[in-house]
DNA sequence: GTCTATAATTAGATAGAC
DNA sequence: GTCTATCTAATTATAGAC
């Protein structure tokens, strides 16, 4: 039987993207065979092929994916600019670390496998990863221009905020100790303390 | 001609670890051949198998190796404990970033190829790299201990500053806008933002 | 200590049957 | 849309010459 009942190609194109995550995410990209994610799938690895035109295209088109997915989504809830930054970076945060949290698997493997994308695929991933970057960018400078933010160095802050917010990816586990919601605000917190937010320097005292 | 004239054992094996992390870092692990190791060393691939028993081997060696010369470079100039915890903080965080800078590459290796390693050797590493953390977790207890840290998590601050001052490691380059000393200085005050260090608290008014 | 040669396995990708 | 079969190339690792 060349053709199972039942099969369906939409259905085995999602497939084929949520077995690719999962191993990927687990084993790294250059270390899963297409004939690993086939078997995951339950089809052969030749039948792949019909959903990409090769490995590479793969990995391009989850990043691409999730980055614009990220973006989107930002974009579908994020305050006006007119919103004081203080409100804005909180907002911010709390999307971020959800976000982060809710699809970490992609979140992971867009940051981890930068490194196996060809020159091409490499300069159209990071140009996305750039734009998110400056979403904080441009809060830390509103919120400095306010006058409600004191950092000394906003590029550096911004570099060091994103790495705090993204590392949670690295260790969240669904049975840890605390809740999403509950790790949003600590991180929060963490986010004005590194922004040199007023309030947090009242309620440190 | 079997063996090259001037050939020697002990350099050879010291190119075969540096050309591994070079490449390693560059590609990862997985992405990288025992042949494209060689042949950056000058040898035939079989030549690598008189330093190595395998691949596998390599890689976990290459991160012991960083990790134990990590945690001794520490032990050899960290402050004693009855120094304040404020300025053990900062001592930490230079050393750090100022390792983290010279030592890109071992590095990125020790954190991004740790999904690579077997499950006995991951175990391993996995407790070296732990006990590194413990570093900062004690010192941010110490400091409130003191009353001079004001942290609403201690593990949750451990994580978010570890994940802070690692990230160096992804962007830093030789011909970027800061030197390290710059960079560490910046670090220093960022690290002391997230403990709610009261110095900072002070400056910031 | 290194080379050459090679065994054994696996990879990415394609062709053609159904 | 999927399978089976297969091509080609590359991989890790070993054996034996020098």
Chains 1, 2 share one sequence.
Request: proline share 2%; charged share 25%; net charge negative.
């Amino acid at each position: 039987m060349a053709r199972k009942s039942g099969s369906s190609g939409e259905k085995t194109r999602a497939m084929v993207e949520e077995a690719a995550i999962r191993l990927i995410a687990r084993h790294g990209f250059a270390a899963v065979s297409m004939r690993q994610i086939a078997r995951e799938v339950g089809v052969q690895a030749g039948a792949l092929y019909l959903y990409t035109p090769d490995k590479q295209s793969l990995l391009r088109d989850i990043m691409r994916g999730h980055l614009e997915h990220l973006l989107q989504s930002w974009q579908d809830h994020a305050p006006d600019a007119e919103m004081p930054a203080i409100a804005r970076l909180e907002r911010f945060v709390r999307f971020h670390i959800d976000y982060h949290i809710l699809r970490a698997e992609k979140v992971f493997i867009s940051y981890m496998e930068l490194r196996n994308l060809e020159q091409e695929n490499f300069a159209e991933i990071e140009r996305l990863r750039r734009s998110y970057e400056h979403l904080v960018e441009e809060i830390l400078t509103a919120g400095a221009a306010e006058g409600v933010f004191h950092h000394a160095d906003t590029r550096l802050t911004t570099l060091a905020m994103i790495a705090m917010l993204t590392g949670v990816s690295t260790w969240y586990r669904d049975d840890g100790r605390l809740p999403p919601q509950a790790i949003a605000t600590r991180y929060v917190d963490m986010a004005f303390r590194l922004a040199g937010a007023e309030q947090l320097v009242e309620a440190a005292e």
